[in-house]
T-cell receptor
Framework: NAGVTQTPKFQVLKTGQSMTLQCAQD?????MSWYRQDPGMGLRLIHY???????DQGEVPNGYNVSRSTTEDFPLRLLSAAPSQTSVYFC??????????FGDGTRLSIL | AQRVTQPEKLLSVFKGAPVELKCNYS??????LFWYVQYSRQRLQLLLR??SRESIKGFTADLNKGETSFHLKKPFAQEEDSAMYYC????????????FGTGTRLKVLA
């Protein structure tokens, strides 16, 4: 089992560019979430999904889109990157009432 | 509103000293609380879950509903305990919707 896999690990973008952060899990977990981690602010929930075809907004959804076409994948799209989106992004998955498993993170810099 | 507060950004202790990382929460429902640890440049890992009432790597945490606290304790700190510690509150039965605290960096000095 690879667990939760995030790609890329690092990315530098210019303001206004778009990109997709990939997240895949091989544990057949129904729940998946995206967080951003910023110094002094902990982790904040961006979007989450309770199953294929179902997504919802978290605490800081603006500027991000998600979709969940399969149980395994939960990509996060930045529509038009802004410097305020410079952060470390974590994807997590879980099943039933079990705690979340996290990926290694994607370190994103917006210039 | 739901909230998790970790009042200390940085906690430095000497090896062998006791450690207490503070966590307070605000939640009107029945709380389910976790401690996650993030070692340098690694992914977050679950350390403790309050309903398990386990001791992991010598750490324990007790839920105190009266004081709305879930402090993390270890009697004798080790250098390998140096890491970032996050307290988290689950809003939906331990699953996908967590509120995280801002984290406490623990430095254990030799």
């Amino acid at each position: 089992n690879a667990g939760v896999t995030q790609t890329p690990k690092f990315q530098v973008l210019k303001t206004g560019q778009s990109m997709t952060l990939q997240c895949a899990q091989d544990m057949n977990h129904e729940y998946m979430s995206w967080y951003r981690q910023d110094p002094g602010m902990g982790l904040r929930l961006i979007h989450y999904s309770v199953g294929a075809g179902i997504t919802d907004q978290g605490e800081v959804p603006n500027g991000y889109n998600v979709s969940r076409s399969t149980t395994e994948d939960f990509p996060l799209r930045l529509l038009s990157a802004a410097p305020s989106q410079t952060s470390v992004y974590f994807c997590a998955s879980s099943r039933g009432d079990q705690p979340q498993h996290f990926g290694d993170g994607t370190r994103l810099s917006i210039l | 509103a739901q909230r998790v507060t970790q009042p200390e950004k940085l906690l430095s202790v000497f090896k062998g000293a006791p450690v207490e990382l503070k966590c307070n929460y605000s939640y009107s429902g029945s709380p389910e609380l976790f401690w996650y640890v993030q070692y340098s440049r690694q992914r977050l890992q679950l350390l403790l879950r309050h309903i398990s009432r386990e001791s992991i790597k010598g750490f324990t945490a007790d839920l105190n509903k009266g004081e709305t606290s879930f402090h993390l304790k270890k009697p004798f700190a080790q250098e390998e305990d140096s890491a970032m510690y996050y307290c988290a509150l689950s809003l939906v039965g331990g699953t996908y919707k967590y509120i995280f605290g801002t984290g406490t960096r623990l430095k254990v000095l030799a």
